[in-house]
């Protein structure tokens, strides 16, 4: 070699050493890259990627064709790389996209609901770790280029951390190297038996039922939550939250009531708002742009418009509760929670990057093109509504199996194909993709999607449908930018298990359960108790019940409270005789779903009252006729789902003999009730027979036991309390603040917002704000 030419090169190859600005470790089976003042990036040695340097900076080059597309560079805006690769994409890997899978266990269960393979035996047959990949997994992600993934239960940080690091590798290796965006349900539901110990952490922090936290009337809290909860999804490789569940609770009937913030629209708004702002926004080092970034979940929010006024308060997860109806004509009022709150951020992200329409069909409410069905078919819910008149561009996914056939009676959890059950499953495709809708919740195979776009290329040409399927792709893939795991999908699992259940974290919980807690009534200033006293707690007759699933759970006599616990704090005898006061702890009355298979089977309608009292109610106050009715396949001879005249008694109607039984064991001694809330409930049954009531929204039992014995209680109802079943039936399913509450024997009156502490009846900014406002 000339000199000369040796020198050049040589020059050329310090050139490009000092000129690099990356640096990379191996992390075992992954490797980390760090670009010096840029991204880090994350991949798998075996995905077959390879790394590209440009500009002294290191890039994937995720469709290993040797160049740097807009995709790939990093430096480019979400925007730009959303379209770029959404025109790389064909039809079928778009209609992979589109797809959103079923109910995954980590690992898969061996039977049953959420089960699963590994090399075709059960993993407790098999060689399988827990955080391998199941069989059906490596299909849908392979065969129909399914990346979005919904997940349940995992074994633990660690098994979390490690499958999503082999469900990254192996789609980082397929066609573009698109990414898995993984989403979880709520998952910080409080386990009530469990001990809190300020300096152990958990398993998870356990926070308080949404319905909880809106009974704080702290959108602070709300906020904090949602911080903490997003740093322990991504610990746990979830960058979807289906969350949260911002419906009008204005039905106090129905089952869901729970998971919202309650009736009021304004305290949902700001609760909606404060959540979704916690959830999304990436703050300092975390932040890539506009408050996305690496600590970033989307929100799903969900249900629009609002699935909360359904009718007789039944559920449209089953045929019997197909129908949300608006006699108060509130149908804009319900969607308040997403237009001044979910849709109006005080955060960056500006908005929730995603939306979940119910089941429901809002009946009558289509103004425009005069169809009954069901909110995700809708194409005046989804396009002349949410997007054209109220501007939304982000993500419109179905909720889960609104195209599969539903059950052959009311009752069968099936699909919920309501108001298009004669159509087809391509059919009810194509219809929900007119309708404007972007994703199909709970569907695992991209056959149909792609029959439903040939339907659109007969009806509309290609040029159409392409473009129809290009602009969902660049929502979804917006979402799965903005949350930086293009870059860096891999989780180090010793940092997982570190965060997930962190002590600060737990406590935090905590203190929200603390706050959470509301006091109803406190006579005489029973309340609080002195601890080492002796108390008497009556065991509880749990009934034998079916979930949704058919699974049953038999009949069984103990305690309702971890007594270990009890003895921290009281000393305990089963003799009324000599306690000094009695604790009676029970769940608000199971009232029943609204249908009876057996009824039908006997020649009736089917359908029966739902009811907030324990003891047993006939509905002499229903409605004459249903305002909804007709189900087109399973009963078409129903066309009245009026319950009028018929009844039906809790399921759990031994909480009341309890509590009565309990006030005459103990004679003039104190008796306090602790009710395990779902919602609103009946108190007139047995309130004046006691001295003191505290109600709980989904809170540890230890949080019970600390209001107890002096931490002071702060919470407020976030429903009204009916005074009886004769207000719930005349309420309208749709309007706010509309029953008679009840009014107790030291004249509270238990209404939204009402919550007592050691001084008395709360008042206080909070009550001023919201019941301003009511």
Known sequence: MKPTIFFVVLALFASNVLSQQWT?????????????????????????????SKDGYAFKDLNRNGKLDIYEDWRNSFEARAKDLASKMTIEQIAGLMLY???????????????????????????????????????????????????TSVESPDVAARWNNNLQAMVEGLALGIPANTSSDPRHNAIASTEYNAGAGGKISMWPEALGLAATFDPKIVLQFGKIAAREYRALGITTALSPQIDLGTEPRWNRIKGTFGEDPYLSADMGRAYIDGFQTSEGVDELKDGWGFSSVNAMVKHWPSGGPEEGGRDAHFAYGKFAVYPGNNFELQMIPFLQGAFKL??????????????????????????????????????????????YEGVVCTDWLITADEGKTPDIFAGKSWGVEREN??????KVLMAGVDQFGGNNASAPVIEAYQMGVKEHGETFMRNRFEQSA?????????????????????????TVGKAEYVTAGYQAQLKSIVMLKNRLNVLPLQKKKTVYIPKRLSPAMRDWFGNLTPEKLDYPVNMELVKKYFNVSDDPAVADFALVFVKSPMGGVGYEKDDREKGGSGYVPISLQYSPYTAVNAREKSIAAGDPLVDPSITDRTYKGKSFTALNHAELKSILDTRIAMADKPVIVSVEASGPMIFSEFESKVDGILLGFGVQDQAILDILTGVEPSGLLPVQMPADMKTVEEQFEDTPHDMNCHVDAQGNKYDFGFGLNWKGKISDKRTEKYKKRK
């Open 24 to 52: 990379e470790v191996n992390k075992g089976n992954f490797r980390l890259i760090t670009n010096k003042g840029g991204r880090i990036l994350g991949y798998s040695p075996n995905s077959g990627i390879r790394i590209i």
């Open 101 to 151: 899978s079923g109910h995954q266990s980590i690992p898969a269960r061996s039977r049953g609901f959420g089960s699963g393979t590994y090399n075709g035996k059960p993993i407790s047959e098999s060689d399988a770790k827990a955080y391998d990949l199941s069989d059906q997994q490596k299909q849908f992600l392979s065969k129909d280029n399914l990346r979005h993934v919904l997940i």
């Open 346 to 391: 005080s955060g960056k992200t500006k908005m929730a990057s995603a939306v979940m329409p119910y089941y429901t069909i809002s009946f009558n409410q289509d103004k425009k093109y005069g169809e009954n069905v069901g909110n995700g078919f809708s194409k005046y819910i989804i396009t002349d509504l949410l997007r054209k008149k109220y501007g």
């Open 425 to 430: 499953l391509a059919q009810r495709h194509y």
């Open 474 to 498: 660049v929502r979804l893939l917006l979402n799965i930018f903005r949350t930086g795991i293009f870059e860096n999908p891999y989780l180090d699992p010793e940092n997982s298990k570190l």
